[in-house]
């Protein structure tokens, strides 16, 4: 890695540079760093004369700052405005930019059934992403040892190593506390295999560690998409709204934005959803993908199914939400039953979450997002039916498979921007 504080006269950043927090600063001056590094970080290029007008700082305030912060390894120089035709007339202006590839971050979706991983640099962009199938029934000691491997893994296709990383967040499919831990379940120990104290494991290799419930991570990345939507540059690293991001697999996990602010709960269980146990027309916390699934291979067995429906000659195996989502769209009827079917209970799930939480929308995110048009369709005629006053916009998430990794990834670079000046990678 490159000398803290190395400049550069090109349009490029240099490929990797060292991020260091010695001599922390301290009082105002560490105040005004702050704001200074947050409008570079949400800004392709800033002058000083732009930090100057932002910020209300003196220019020698403002370019003392700059150079700490390029000592620092979190800003870089560009040419100035004249050099690249911007400017013709009066002083060159001095320009600015984050250090993206000084460090990066890691978001990991470590899943029931898979561990999904990527690199990002300082400002989201993926430098190297990694998918791994593992055993759904493994024990906790199991899966620390998957995981470990495929971060090694991960950093080995992006050549980096420990040092080359600020921050990771993992999300995993339960309830995390503000330290990591998930609770103990009453009726299994489900929660502690699929959360084996991650935090301790990851820590262990210099990074600062964020463990999150899958849902939770999923809202953080729907959050990012909608300020990201704003006309404003200076918003555009803020949630907005109320909403609810809904992974709807093989079970229901809720992610609560209300107000711009992620809800968690003390024990950081409030996505859970048990509660819908007690729902009439829906009684468990099955998602769409179990739904479908258990539709079709129950219409199967009680023969209504006809006979030239796909769903009946198709190897069980093969039954599966997608198949049919994939019959519906092609107009099969028996398709087309199973999917009105979960519409309805799928509606009932949403006029309770949407009415108890009062939110604008709901989020339907996962791997099934991308599928369910024809779904989602139905399910809004449904919802119109269920509730007394406006209903919420339930919509596909467009991120598909990749939304908890990329949730994981914003929230590991929301940890770095809230701790730049006291993290190093020395």
């Known amino acids: 890695m490159g000398k803290p504080g190395r ?64 000592e620092r390894g979190w800003l870089t120089v560009l040419p100035d405005a004249r050099a690249t035709g911007e400017q013709r007339a009066g002083r060159p ?32 962009r993926p430098v190297a992403r990694l998918v791994r199938r593992v055993d759904p029934d493994g024990s906790a000691e199991a899966r620390r040892a998957d995981v470990s491997r ?45 959360n084996p104290d991650y935090a301790g494991l990851l820590s262990r290799r210099g990074w600062a560690v964020v463990v999150e419930n899958d849902a939770n991570l999923a809202a953080v990345a729907e959050a990012a998409v909608l300020a990201r939507s704003s006309t404003d540059p200076a918003e555009a690293h803020r949630p907005r709204g109320s909403f609810i991001a809904l992974l709807a697999g093989e079970r229901f ?91 309805e209970r799928f509606a009932r799930v949403c006029a309770v979450l949407g009415g108890m939480l009062d939110v604008d929308r709901i989020v339907v995110a996962g791997a099934v997002a991308p599928s369910i048009d024809l779904l989602l369709e139905r399910t809004r005629e449904w919802l119109a039916r269920f509730t007394h006053r406006e209903a919420p916009v339930v919509v596909a998430s467009t991120l598909g498979d990749a939304v908890v990794t990329l949730g994981a990834v914003e929230r590991a670079l929301t940890h770095v921007r809230e701790h730049a000046l006291d993290l190093s990678t020395r």
């Open 7 to 70: 400049r550069t006269t090109s349009s490029e950043e240099p490929a990797m540079t060292t991020i260091t927090g010695s001599s922390p600063l301290v009082g105002t001056r560490r105040l005004n760093a702050e704001v200074v590094l947050r409008r570079a970080w949400w800004a392709e290029a800033v002058t000083a004369s732009d930090l100057i007008g932002s910020t209300g700082l003196t220019r020698s305030t403002v370019i003392s700052l700059c150079d700490e912060l390029i």
């Open 93 to 124: 202006a001095r320009r600015y930019a984050l250090a993206s590839s000084a460090a990066h971050v890691m978001g990991v979706d470590a899943g029931r059934h898979q561990v999904t991983c990527i690199i990002a640099d300082l400002r989201g």
């Open 150 to 194: 495929i971060v090694d893994e991960v950093l080995a296709q992006a050549s980096m190593g420990d040092a080359d990383v600020l921050a990771v967040a993992i999300g995993v499919p339960a309830p995390a506390d503000a330290r990591g831990r998930s609770p103990r379940e009453a009726d299994g120990d489900f929660w502690e295999r699929v």
């Open 253 to 343: 996990g809720a992610g609560f934005v209300l107000d711009g602010a992620l809800v968690r709960g003390s024990r950081g269980a409030a996505g859970e959803m048990r509660l819908l146990d007690l729902v009439q027309g829906v009684g468990s916390a099955d998602g769409l993908g179990a739904i479908l699934r258990d539709g079709a291979r129950a219409a199967r067995t009680l023969g209504t199914l006809p006979p030239s429906s796909p769903l009946a000659t198709a190897p069980s195996a093969d039954l599966d939400a997608q198949a049919v989502l994939s019959a519906a769209d092609a107009g099969d009827a028996g398709a087309l039953a199973i999917v009105e079917d979960a519409a």
